[in-house]
């Protein structure tokens, strides 16, 4: 006379079972607890009810009729939901609940409202309807139950006393407990299979976690965040767009490779990437490859800041790498490093065609078109240390760096010769209140940027000058 907490199995249990396939090839199996089965079990645990209390003379003789109807009902039931037009009803599960809830308030009516069996089977159909569908369905199963109750006493009447005999109220009482106690350890054993789902799925996804930041090493940052958080698909798909392209390489590279170990070139060369690339990062630049000793970062896609803002970043970053470079080469030379290594950069913006290129199934996200050459042209250019610049990126960014004109050069792709300007510095640090100086002569570097110096460290630098400067001073009266 109630559907069983199956319901339980067909929500929460196939969730479980959906929730461990995604995190294991080995889903965890949850015990089955189909509504026929709980049907089953409830319907024969009230027949038991009815045989009882005719037997003791509790209910009256026809209520034996009821236990045909009471075997054969969850059969029929079964059929009507799996094998009629039923089975594409909406929430058919809930539905059959509350015809479950009619027919047991109909029979609590039927036996007069006597205690201890009515509750019995009161007690199993809200539990069904609590498991099934929670707070919802169990108002609504209460409240079509007690009309049911109210019709069938208003048709018969009550019983002529509200107790039982004591064996009627036994097997009444045991087969309302083994009904809960069963289906409370089905709902345990999905709980509990659920909870193993859980733990699997949060170490999968750590694990999954963990793989995809190993991944990231081999992405630029901005494009592994577009590809994860959705914003990008990964096929193969380009577009237009203008960008500031940027390329630098190390002068004099070569000369030491042929002096250097392989081990202490490599070490070398991935402490210069490393640094570098921080710097990239910093400036929001979007590193493309790195080829020997060269770097190549564009900046405008997969994010941009505008095109000002974008050529202003890009040159920003590549002064920052020039005056980064210097500290490098001090520490490289307290290394026994003595070749001077120089970086050599150039920058060019314009329209290029930006995306994944390659096959479907091994793709690299770059750029490709003539501002992309012209950019590694001026590099291949620039003396060692100088900053070379694009016409178009010396317009967006000459309110706010100094540059110096360096004539025009022939570049293959342009129908005309080239403009092309030096960058100097940004125009806040020129003159008497620039924040950044440097020196370098054999046997004297100099890198300063107050700035970037405290109070404190600001003593102990001129401690340090002034005693560089009376050794020299002394020094220069002996000689």
């Known amino acids: 006379m109630m559907s069983a907490p199956a319901d ?21 199996a949850i015990p089955p607890m189909p509504d026929y089965n709980g049907r089953v079990l409830a319907y024969t645990s009230t027949a038991a009810i009815i045989v009882t209390g005719v037997l003791q003379g509790a209910f009256p003789q026809w209520l034996l009729w009821l236990v045909a109807g009471a075997l054969t009902w969850p059969h029929i039931a079964h059929a009507l939901t799996r094998r009629t037009f039923l089975r594409n009803s909406p929430r058919i599960r809930q539905k059959m609940l509350i015809f479950d809830c009619v027919v047991g308030g109909g029979f609590i009516g039927c036996i007069g409202l006597i205690v201890i069996p009515s509750l019995a089977v009161a007690l199993m159909l809200m539990f069904s309807c609590l498991i099934v569908g929670g707070i919802r369905q169990w108002l609504m199963g209460t409240v079509f139950m007690a009309a049911a109750i109210a019709g069938s006493v208003a048709i018969l009447g009550p019983a002529d006393g509200p ?8 097997v009444s009482i045991l087969s309302t407990g083994i009904y809960i106690c069963v289906t409370a350890y089905y709902s345990h054993q999905q709980a509990r299979a659920l909870m193993l789902a859980k733990t699997q799925i949060q170490n999968q996804r750590e694990q999954s976690i963990a793989l ?51 081990e202490a070139l490599t070490e070398l060369l991935n402490h210069y990437f490393n640094e570098m690339s921080e710097v990239a990062l910093k400036y929001g630049g979007t590193i493309d490859k790195f080829v ?15 095109q000002r803002e974008d050529a202003f970043a890009c040159v920003s970053m590549a002064i920052e790498m020039r005056k980064h470079m210097k500290i490098m080469r001090q520490k490289w030379r307290s290394q026994g490093i003595k070749t001077p ?45 100088e900053i ?14 100094m540059c110096r004109d360096k004539g025009e050069i022939t570049v293959k792709g342009f129908g005309k010769p080239v403009p092309i300007y030096e960058v100097v510095d940004f ?53």
């Open 163 to 170: 107790h039982s005999p004591l064996l009627t109220s036994i």
């Open 341 to 385: 290594l120089e970086i050599r950069m150039g920058i060019s913006t314009g329209y290029t065609t930006v995306g994944n290129f390659g096959a479907e199934n091994r793709m690299d996200y770059t750029i490709i078109g003539k501002e992309v050459n012209l950019a590694s042209r001026l590099e291949s250019l620039a003396e060692p240390g």
């Open 8 to 28: 339980l199995r067909n929500a929460s249990s196939s969730a479980g079972r959906s929730l461990a396939s995604e995190a294991s090839g080995n889903p965890i």
């Open 212 to 262: 995809s930041h190993k991944l990231s090493k081999y992405l630029s940052p901005q494009v592994w965040q577009s590809i994860f958080t959705g914003e990008r698909d990964v096929r193969l798909e380009t577009q237009r767009k203008k960008l500031a392209v940027f390329f630098s390489d190390i002068k004099g590279f070569t000369e030491l490779s042929e002096e250097m170990e392989p």
């Open 388 to 401: 070379l610049v694009s016409y178009e990126t010396f317009s967006l960014i000459k309110d706010k760096i």
């Open 292 to 306: 020997g000793d060269s770097i190549m970062v564009f900046f405008g896609d997969p994010t941009s800041r505008g």
């Open 427 to 479: 125009r806040r640090d020129m003159g008497p209140n620039r924040s950044f100086l440097e020196h370098e002569h054999s046997g004297f570097a100099m890198y300063l940027d107050s700035d970037k110096i405290t109070e404190k460290e600001r003593q102990a630098i001129l401690i340090a000058l002034e005693d560089a400067a009376d050794r020299l001073r002394r020094e220069e009266d002996v000689s």
